[in-house]
């Protein structure tokens, strides 16, 4: 009978042992050398005797797990187990468990030609996946059809590499039979698997865990730790984290080593408290196949820094209208001014004091615009030109809407405190222009007539 995944009759890949073979892997006592006793079971597995056994059972079929150094493929011994024609025992040793992982199984097996003619015969090895309640869930079976006595040798079973499947919390390496006998040595367990972990670190005392509490403006440091947790080397591990800037390209670990690599997230707002960050590795792949990606997460907690940043400075009256504060330039009280957030909501007004100044404070990390009422200005007053030059001493608000372009505060830039208005008086009205027409003189005056004398008398 063929259990599940087997082949039938010979197996491909089986031959008597010639070279000095692997044997291992994760698989402890793999080469069974262990026992409690000369001719006593192999330490390290479970024996499940056949139940109930018939009175009439001979003592060489009563249910045994035993081993002698007949037939031993690598050290002096070898297993076997015996039991009554037809009932069932086994023997499972339990061989570490990694989630996701890619199991590989080889071992060295036989049986005798008697216990294959026999109809209903059922020999087998392999590896069993079982849940946290020890139901199955997955069982990879070979029967096993190496006759010992063709060659006086044991023969290789190789099985396909299997995943261990969700919900699995043990796996067995296993051997039945329901006739005497069934041998094996030299087990192999290889297991491609790995383990990923995301940290945050403590900027308090440097310690990095799974959650942190970090202050706004400052850099979350992230370390994520990947650990090859098999016995075989893994190529191609990919670790992306979209938070996360720094992170390497694709590396390739041995087994049982591990890499720690670090990446950060800077200037921490107060919208990013809670933030999960997570880190996923990709394209892992062993001798045996592709692994499936795998996660982890940390978690961050924001503390809002106390209200300290500033915004302000002043209107004036721009007397020569070249855009620039300059000395003995007065300012101007009474001008509105609103205080916007980053989307365009009012955060406060105030308006000029007499001086022109204004001040918003104890304002958070954030992104602002300062906008100054010039629909009804005094005086026939005109936004001056914006942007003259000295950032200190210029306008900086739109000629159109009085509004300034949006800036940030935070991290070491906490304050602006010059966002200015200046106002322009109006034109001085321009000189008449000369005339272009040529004045008449004025005639000269009449001659003024004399009166002659007049004779005497």
Not at 87 to 106: K, W
Request: charged share 15%.
């Amino acid at each position: 009978m063929v259990l599940a995944g087997a082949l039938v009759v010979f197996l491909p890949g089986s031959a008597p042992a010639a070279d000095a073979p692997a044997c291992g892997g994760i698989a402890p006592n793999p080469s069974v050398e262990q026992v409690s006793a000369p001719g006593g079971p192999p330490q390290g597995y479970l024996f499940t005797p056949a139940a109930p056994v018939p009175r009439s059972t001979p003592p060489d079929k009563l249910p045994k797990l035993v081993t002698d150094s007949s037939l031993a493929v690598d050290g002096q011994l070898k297993a076997k187990i015996q039991t009554p024609d037809g009932r069932v025992s086994s023997a499972s040793q339990t061989v570490p468990y990694a989630p996701g992982g890619l199991y590989s199984l080889s071992a060295w097996t036989g049986t005798v030609a008697t216990a294959l003619a026999e109809r209903g015969n059922a020999q087998s090895t392999g590896l069993r996946f079982s849940d946290s309640a020890g139901r199955t869930l997955l069982e990879q079976a070979q029967d096993v059809t190496h006759d010992v006595a063709s060659d006086s040798k044991l023969a290789r079973q190789d099985f396909p590499a299997t995943a261990a499947p969700d919900g699995t919390s043990s796996v067995t390496f296993f051997a039945t039979t329901n006739r005497n006998w069934v041998m094996w040595d030299c087990v192999n367990v290889q297991l491609a698997a790995y383990s990923v972990k995301e940290e945050v670190q403590n900027p308090v005392n440097g310690e990095w865990g799974p959650s942190a509490s970090l202050p706004a403006g400052s850099t979350a440091h992230y370390r994520v730790t990947v650990a090859n947790s098999g016995s075989v080397p893994l190529t191609g591990l990919l670790v992306k984290d979209p938070w996360c800037t720094g992170l390497p390209a694709a590396f390739d670990l041995d087994a049982g080593a591990s890499k720690a690599l670090t990446c950060d997230h800077p200037n921490l707002a107060e919208n990013d408290n809670g933030h999960v960050s997570t880190a996923t590795v990709s394209g892992v792949t062993s001798a045996s196949g592709k692994l499936g990606d795998q996660k982890a997460t940390a978690t961050i907690t924001v503390t809002p820094l106390p209200l300290i940043d500033k915004i302000g400075d002043r209107v004036w009256r721009d007397l020569n209208r070249n855009g620039l504060q300059d000395d003995g330039e007065p300012g101007v009280g009474g001008i509105p001014v609103t205080l916007k957030d980053g989307a365009g909501g009012t955060v406060a007004t105030a308006k000029s004091a007499d001086d022109g100044s204004y001040l918003f404070d104890k304002l958070k990390d954030g992104t602002y615009q300062v906008c100054f009422d010039v629909s009804a200005l005094p005086d026939g007053l005109t936004v001056t030109t914006r942007g003259a030059g000295d950032p200190a001493k210029d306008s900086d608000a739109d000629p159109a809407t009085g509004c300034t372009t949006a800036f940030t505060l935070g991290g070491e830039h906490r304050e602006n405190p010059d966002v200015d208005l200046g106002l322009a008086p109006p034109e001085p009205p321009a000189p008449a222009p000369p005339s272009s027409s040529t004045a008449v003189p004025p005639p000269p005056p009449s001659p003024t007539a004399v009166p002659s004398p007049k004779p005497s008398p």
